[in-house]
């Protein structure tokens, strides 16, 4: 991992383990694509076509999950290739390459973080229904900012089939919660204990409703058991479930592919950039 100084801010990359993984897998001289996957694209377990080289696509795909420690804008991809690590097909391994040929075009971008911000840690949770068809499972994706700059995200396949948008949303709110929960014990220990509850944005009114209101049953009893602990996040003042419009719902890269403007507009709010926008750096 290297790290870029300037006066007002730190940036962090993998820009060298990113050249090596070109490399490795024959795509130094790739063509770059825009987006690391085409929005319209559905990949699933059957697809029709031939079987891919199984331990060659594993490769990748670790590869790609270990670039996400500084590379949260191919989270949500690795995290989706990554359910296809038995019986690999050619679509599957031709998704993974178009990855490789969207960080060639993105070769030196990490994550900026810029001094002289609140310590404040604020999280933002989406999730996309039924998104993954096979199985009609939704996916969860969360990110939270402290200061500036994303420094904590995930992207995951829900457990359970969602009955509706409302209740995939709060399952995801209640993963977000957790993490939140942890990640104030966190930031206790090096001394910046979060006093007032953290703001966690959702863009579903209703599965705000229903963390906030311990007595609307007839849409959340249905809905396993663990997931309803938000509420009681809430009521002690640990979490704020905020709304947000979803034009401005940052996890909202976590759960889907995008389009390209779309894509890039989210890309910019996790504050992931290129090296080459910072003026005065110095390399350590």
């Not at 391994?93 to 993105?106: E, F, S, W």
């Not at 479930?241 to 719902?249: D, F, T, V």
Request: a neutral charge; hydrophobic letters at 40%; aromatic letters at 10%.
């Amino acid at each position: 991992m290297g790290v870029t100084q300037t006066e007002g801010s730190i940036f962090i990359h993998q820009k060298k383990y990113a050249l090596t993984l070109l490399d490795k897998f024959g795509l130094k001289d790739c063509k770059p694509v825009s987006t690391p996957l085409v929005a319209t694209d559905k990949l699933q377990r059957e697809d029709g076509s031939e079987a891919a080289d199984e331990g060659l696509y594993r490769k990748i795909v670790g590869s790609l999950l270990y670039l996400t420690a500084t590379r949260p804008d191919i989270m949500f991809l690795a995290s989706l290739l990554a359910r296809f690590m038995h019986n690999p097909s050619k679509k599957h391994y031709g998704a993974a390459k178009r990855v490789l040929r969207y960080i060639q075009g993105t070769i030196d971008f990490g994550i900026e973080y810029v001094t002289g911000k609140s310590a404040l840690l604020i999280g933002y949770c989406d999730s996309d229904w039924s998104g993954f068809e096979e199985d009609m499972k939704s996916t969860s994706g969360y990110a939270f900012t402290f200061g500036s700059g994303a420094f904590s995200w995930a992207s995951d396949k829900q457990h359970s089939v969602a009955l509706s948008t409302a209740e995939a949303e709060y399952v995801s709110a209640a993963e977000a919660t957790s993490q939140a929960i942890w990640l104030r014990f966190v930031l206790e220990d090096f001394g910046e204990e979060q006093a007032a509850a953290t703001i966690v944005f959702c863009d579903n009114t209703s599965a705000i409703a229903m963390a906030r209101n311990p007595v609307f049953h007839q849409r959340s009893k249905h809905i396993n058991r663990k997931f309803h602990f938000i509420r009681d996040a809430i009521q002690e003042g640990v979490i704020e479930l905020l709304y947000c419009k979803g034009e401005e719902q940052v996890a909202d890269i976590f759960t889907k592919a995008l389009p390209k403007d779309r894509f890039s507009y989210l890309r910019s709010m996790l504050r992931v950039k290129s090296a080459s926008t910072l003026e005065g750096s110095v390399e350590m």
